[in-house]
């Protein structure tokens, strides 16, 4: 978790179970660009599953707490601090399910979804992977075009290309024994090409 720790402390105002499911998720089909080169999955693929809604980053920080209150959940807790990037705050949002991290958008219109990271029950990753899951389930359903970030997390990327990890959304699996004990949802946005 420490390096989890680490990663969020840049996304929120500077300082920011282990049963498996029992089903095995179904391998991941990726497609093919227009110019025939492989796509490990599309940017609009990434998403995480929370009851029968599947909720995104990027979007803004209000559609995301409606989509949330669809599927059944309300934030626990609510932690506010100033933005080191942007004017205003930061804003992480804590839900059973695991956290939302939230920065200002430039133009002052309202907060952009980040980062959503899954460490509990109700939710999962595209393809099905639950917090619990081994870590098998990740490579037989995402295959092996992923990436160390540390000892212990996978990271996807839209290309699969390691060297644009800091321009690209990510998908990320923590690690720790064996089994997936979080699951992150990456938009990248303080550092996205322009």
Do not use: W
Not at 123 to 147: E, N
């Amino acid at each position: 978790m420490i390096i989890f720790a680490i990663m969020a402390a840049a996304f929120a105002g500077c300082s920011k179970g282990t049963g498996g499911t029992g089903n095995t998720p179904q391998p991941f089909v990726p497609e093919t660009a227009p110019n025939g080169a492989l796509i490990i999955y599309s940017e609009n693929q990434f998403y995480i599953q929370v009851g029968e809604k599947r909720i995104y980053s990027g979007g803004t920080a209000e559609q995301l707490l409606k989509d949330l209150e669809a599927a059944g959940q309300k934030p626990l807790s609510v932690d506010e601090a100033e933005s080191c990037l942007f004017e205003g705050k930061d804003v992480t949002y804590h839900f059973s399910f695991g956290d939302v991290f939230t920065f200002p958008a430039e133009d002052g219109s309202g907060n952009i979804v980040d980062e959503i990271y899954v460490t509990g029950n109700g939710a999962a990753s595209m393809g099905g992977i639950k917090v619990g899951d081994p870590k098998y389930y990740v490579t037989a359903v995402f295959g092996g075009a992923y990436f160390n970030n540390g000892e212990n997390m996978m990271v996807y990327t839209a290309s699969g290309d390691p060297a644009r990890k800091d321009v690209e959304k990510q998908l990320y699996f923590y690690i720790e024994d064996g089994v997936v004990t979080g699951i992150g949802l990456l938009e990248n946005l303080y550092h996205a090409e322009a």
